[in-house]
């Protein structure tokens, strides 16, 4: 059970950075219409992913992720079931070539149990001038849910911009 919560958790971590990358095109690249963003999160060898997640923005301007848009998209392998709680708000440093969300807010659902988690200021890394923004070994700590979710867990993610 601790092995499936922990995997859960970090499919949470996943889905967190994930949409906080998912906001992180910068102005490195070309400056059209990129209002929907993809992503896919890899948490201990499982994978979540969605398409077509709204920004009321282009980036490089500071941009809001339409939590209403992801959460029907998620699909996750395995058992696990991940909701986007907040709107994450994205600011970008086209400079450093990062997106940063202010506030990631996540439940996890896995086995019947219930595991939440937050993360503040996230940020990820574009990939050259891609639209594809990438965040690795992301650490992600518990914010409410059973004493069987682990303290924290990490993941890596991966967004594109179209």
């Given at each position: 059970?601790?092995?499936?919560?922990?995997?859960?958790?970090?499919?949470?971590?996943?889905?967190?950075?994930?949409?906080?990358?998912?906001?992180?095109?910068?102005?490195?690249?070309?400056?059209?219409?990129?209002?929907?963003?993809?992503?896919?999160?890899?948490?201990?060898?499982?994978?979540?992913?969605?398409?077509?997640?709204?920004?009321?923005?282009?980036?490089?301007?500071?941009?809001?992720?339409?939590?209403?848009?992801v959460?029907?998209n998620?699909?996750?392998?395995?058992?696990?079931?991940?909701t986007?709680?907040?709107?994450?708000?994205?600011?970008?440093?086209?400079?450093?070539?990062?997106?940063?969300?202010?506030?990631?807010?996540?439940?996890?659902?896995?086995?019947?149990?219930?595991?939440?988690?937050?993360?503040?200021?996230?940020?990820?890394?574009?990939?050259?001038?891609?639209?594809?923004?990438?965040?690795?070994?992301?650490?992600?700590?518990k914010?409410?849910?059973?004493?069987?979710?682990?303290?924290?867990?990490?993941?890596?993610?991966?967004?594109?911009?179209?």
């Amino acid at each position: 059970m601790e092995v499936a919560v922990a995997r859960l958790t970090t499919k949470i971590t996943g889905l967190i950075v994930g949409a906080m990358a998912v906001s992180g095109l910068t102005a490195g690249v070309a400056l059209a219409d990129h209002a929907k963003v993809d992503g896919t999160i890899t948490a201990a060898g499982d994978t979540c992913s969605w398409t077509d997640g709204s920004l009321d923005g282009n980036p490089p301007q500071t941009v809001t992720l339409d939590r209403t848009t992801v959460n029907p998209n998620v699909t996750c392998t395995g058992s696990v079931s991940v909701t986007l709680n907040n709107d994450p708000t994205i600011s970008f440093d086209d400079t450093a070539g990062t997106a940063t969300a202010d506030l990631i807010s996540v439940t996890v659902q896995r086995s019947g149990i219930t595991c939440e988690y937050e993360a503040a200021g996230l940020q990820a890394q574009r990939e050259g001038t891609t639209r594809t923004y990438t965040a690795t070994g992301v650490t992600i700590e518990k914010s409410g849910g059973s004493f069987l979710c682990p303290s924290s867990t990490t993941a890596d993610a991966q967004f594109v911009f179209h």
